[in-house]
């Protein structure tokens, strides 16, 4: 069974950083793609950023500038820094991981593990 446990989300001021991180276990993920997506209140869950399992970063037109991802294949872990925070960056932030090796869309239904969110809240 896959789990995910994030880490790092809580309460920042507009203009500062989090650092999120997420752990995998249950399996062995360097073959697949790992991600976030996130969600505000009542809106719809959007991609934030993803990296594939040779390293290839994608990123959602809010996040290439201010946000970063990168992973540790050998701990299982990927991460996001997210600098220069907005307020409508607040939202819950879901690490996923895909659901099948080497393939990788930005497509919710594609990624087949989440976790159970982590809280961001950026104040004005």
Not at 22 to 44: D, I, K, L, N, V
Not at 91 to 112: K, N
Request: glycine share 12%; charged share 15%; aromatic share 14%.
């Amino acid at each position: 069974q896959v789990q995910l446990v994030e880490s790092g989300g809580g309460l920042v001021q507009a203009g500062g950083s989090l650092r999120l991180s997420c752990a995998a276990s249950g399996g062995t993920f360097s073959t697949y793609a790992m991600g976030w997506f996130r969600q505000a209140p009542g809106q719809e869950r959007e991609f934030v950023a993803a990296m594939t399992w040779t390293g290839v970063r994608d990123y959602s037109d809010p996040a290439k500038v201010r946000f970063t991802i990168s992973r540790d294949y050998a701990k299982n872990t990927v991460y996001l820094e997210m600098n220069s925070l907005k307020p409508e960056d607040t939202a819950v932030y879901f690490c996923v991981v895909g659901a099948r090796p080497y393939y990788y869309t930005r497509t919710t239904t594609d990624f087949g593990s989440w976790g159970q969110g982590t809280q961001v809240t950026v104040s004005s």
